[in-house]
Nanobody, 127 residues
């Protein structure tokens, strides 16, 4: 079955860290860019970070630059989102999505280009 499954969410205090994992099954992630999105209660979904296939070039939304880091392990068919110095405003359901684009051609955070989504994992930042 072709799918993406996120894990690693949970409750964390402000200033804490979490690492989210996006596991692909039924296909190889090697040739896809992968993006992380989030949706907070009552807000629209927004792109957070993405990683290209091949050279692994990265892109981050301004509010998470310097705090979040996206990486990939194609041997394990997984992409990760390391989140540090978490803030209450980071509270959201986090989704990973794959983007079909030419190998090594970068990545972007527009959801209309994603062709497969996970079901999400909830991150709650609260004291």
């Amino acid at each position: 079955q072709v799918q993406l499954v996120e894990s690693g969410g949970g409750l964390v205090q402000p200033g804490g860290s979490l690492r989210l994992s996006c596991a692909a099954s039924g296909f190889s992630l090697d040739y896809y860019a992968v993006a992380w999105f989030r949706q907070a209660p009552g807000k629209e979904r927004e792109g957070v970070a993405c990683i290209s296939s091949g050279d692994g070039s990265l892109y981050y939304e301004d509010s998470v630059k310097g705090r979040f880091a996206v990486s990939r392990d194609d041997a394990k068919n997984r992409v990760y989102l390391q989140m540090n110095v978490l803030k209450p405003e980071d509270t959201a359901v986090y989704y990973c999505a794959r983007e079909p684009r030419d190998y090594g051609s970068g990545c972007q955070l527009e959801d209309y280009d994603m062709d497969l989504w996970g079901k999400g994992t909830l991150v709650t930042v609260s004291s």
